[in-house]
């Protein structure tokens, strides 16, 4: 009996418009969801009595309940499948924001938020899963780099959303709005077909603990996947570095909002192009000129003092993280073992959102010593050294790191 392929063959019929209905299109959809509660819950905090503190602690239930699950949504998916733990993320989120719009209290609020980061886990690792088995390698970046970018785009379009159907009303209109986005999603998946061959592989997994595939893959998850958890540590930070200096200089709310808002505009922009050199170069090609288009940039933040000044750093941050689009995704998908693959992923997930927990809580930790700006020269700093991990340990373990390593194994571009 032939064995079952570990991967779509970069030889068999592929489109990306095949992978819009059953991955993309929820995708954008469920983050649309989250994307509208974020700038709520403070309100909905102030709303039962809390603080402010209080309020930011809740908001880090989310990150929080990601990082949780990240290894045992990737036990799961290998369980149960990628489309099936897909679906039933989709059930868990909507189920979620719907008792959260009536929680009657903020610990059952803060609760119901750490389900909705466990929950979004469970969706992010099982369609970065489905994408690495159904994609052939050679288009495997573009086909990331595209879920990226939709998952900024519907984290884009959802304070949007949001404040559309607030409108100065009930917070809790948010949370209810997203418990229908999800509902949404898990009906797009539900009749979204799999692409041919998808079946077969699915069929071809083996079981395995949890346990042994850390310890045969301990190897490259403690150099490579470290690696990219620093890449996560400096994007964490990208999130709030505008802000704070922002803060720092003065400037309104919202004339900061407008800066953030141009960075990401840039970001956004740009994941599909990004894709499409990784595909045709090697994954190099974009990880470390992104790392070090970020770390220039955030080495220039604290030399800023104008509006116009920090906006050009702030573009020029967007540049940077845009160009990386789906690059952690793609490294791991390309060293993921096929019979293991979702598991092996909730751990490299893993590394990444504790990257990106750290990146803020980097600055935080300059700012309550008294330099903010030490702080930021500080993530800067590590972004070279982010830069320098992934050129020494990607061709190690990367046969798609450069032209070179591709040649060396028999790969044709």
């Not at 799961?76 to 929680?103: E, K, Y």
């Not at 990401?264 to 994954?283: E, N, Q, S, W």
């Not at 020029?316 to 092996?344: C, E, H, K, W, Y």
Request: with cysteine; net charge positive; hydrophobic share 55%.
């Amino acid at each position: 009996m032939p064995t079952p392929p570990s991967s779509i063959s970069d030889q068999q019929p592929w489109s990306l418009r095949q992978l819009w209905p059953g991955v993309y299109l929820p995708a954008i959809v469920v983050e649309i969801g989250i994307g509208a509660i974020v700038p709520f819950i403070p309100a909905a905090v102030v709303d039962q009595g809390g603080t402010l503190a209080t309020a930011g602690l809740l908001a880090a239930m989310l990150p929080i309940g990601r990082i949780v699950a990240d290894v045992p949504a990737g036990a799961l998916t290998h369980r149960i499948g990628d489309r099936r733990a897909m679906l039933l993320a989709c059930l868990l989120v909507a189920v979620v924001m719907a008792a959260a719009a009536f929680a009657p209290n903020l610990l059952l609020l803060g609760v119901l938020l750490f389900l909705v980061g466990a929950a979004d886990a469970v969706f992010g690792l099982a369609r970065q899963s489905y994408l690495t088995a159904v994609t052939p390698p050679l288009r495997r970046a573009r086909a990331l780099s595209t879920l990226g970018g939709v998952h900024r785009i519907g984290l884009f379009i959802g304070p949007f959303a949001g404040a559309l159907v607030v409108h100065d009303g009930d917070p809790s209109l948010a949370f209810l709005l997203a418990a229908g986005t999800s509902v949404l999603a898990w009906l797009t998946v539900l009749v979204s077909r799999e692409l041919p061959g998808a079946a077969e592989i699915r069929a071809g997994e083996e079981p395995h603990s949890l346990a042994a595939v850390l310890r045969e893959h301990s190897g490259v998850l403690s150099r490579l996947g470290v690696a990219t958890g620093a890449v996560g540590l400096i994007r964490g930070a990208r999130g709030v570095v505008l802000p704070l200096w922002g803060e720092h200089l003065g400037f309104s709310p919202s004339t900061t909002a407008l800066i953030f808002g141009l960075s990401g505009a840039i970001d956004m922009a740009l994941f599909y192009p990004a894709g499409k050199v990784m595909d045709a170069r090697g994954r190099l090609w974009i990880a470390i000129p992104s790392m070090l288009t970020m770390g220039v940039a955030l080495a220039l933040v604290p030399f800023t003092s104008t509006v116009m000044g920090l906006g050009a750093v702030a573009l020029l941050l967007g540049l940077g993280n845009g160009m990386g689009s789906g690059v952690i995704m793609t490294l791991g998908a390309d060293v993921a073992p096929p019979g293991a693959r979702a598991q092996f992923l909730g751990a490299w997930r893993l590394l990444q959102d504790s990257g990106n927990a750290l990146g803020p809580l980097t600055l935080a930790g300059g700012a309550a010593l008294g330099t903010l700006a030490g702080g930021i020269a500080v993530t800067a700093a590590l972004s070279v050294g982010a830069a320098a991990a992934l050129w020494r340990f990607v061709p190690r373990y990367s046969v798609h790191a450069n032209r070179t390593t591709r040649r060396r194994a028999g790969i044709g571009a």
